[in-house]
């Protein structure tokens, strides 16, 4: 059985903390209408943001390191964005009869997420290489 690193479960454990609480307060002070769960959206658009650039920043300019990914990656990142409430607002939106506005919604949230990765990553390895 491989043995626990406890440094790195608190570097997964103070990411998740702060990721939570960021999701919390965002979901808190942005308003979200009937129509579109912007919060939601808005969270898991930026937390794929933060991941596609920490992982890219991490893998291929600084030296690896056993806290940082952990922290950002599993800790942060895991704590912050959120699939499963994605999906509860999709079945919402189904289940209040906005069909299309759910299937827009996740649509948009797979689009938008996509992009976000090809966007950050392209833009970390472009000034990575003005550096």
């Known amino acids: 059985m491989p043995r626990l690193d ?15 609480i960021a999701r919390v307060w965002i979901g808190r002070h942005v308003l979200t209408t009937d129509t579109w769960p912007w919060a939601t959206f808005i969270i898991n658009v930026s937390g794929t943001v933060v991941l596609a650039y920490s992982v890219t920043r991490l893998q291929e300019r600084l030296p690896l390191s056993t806290y940082r990914r952990p922290f950002l990656g599993t800790g942060f990142c895991g704590a912050f964005t959120t699939f499963s409430t994605m999906e509860v607002e999709i079945l919402d939106l189904l289940r ?5 506005l759910a299937v827009a919604y996740a649509a948009a949230s797979i689009v938008c997420g996509y992009l976000a990765i090809w966007v950050t990553t392209a833009l970390v390895r472009r000034l990575r290489r003005l550096v």
């Not at 608190?10 to 990721?19: L, R, S, T």
């Not at 209040?96 to 299309?100: L, Q, R």
């Open 6 to 20: 406890r440094r790195e479960l608190a570097a997964i454990f103070a990411g998740g903390v702060v990721g939570a």
């Open 96 to 100: 209040a009869g906005h069909t299309a």
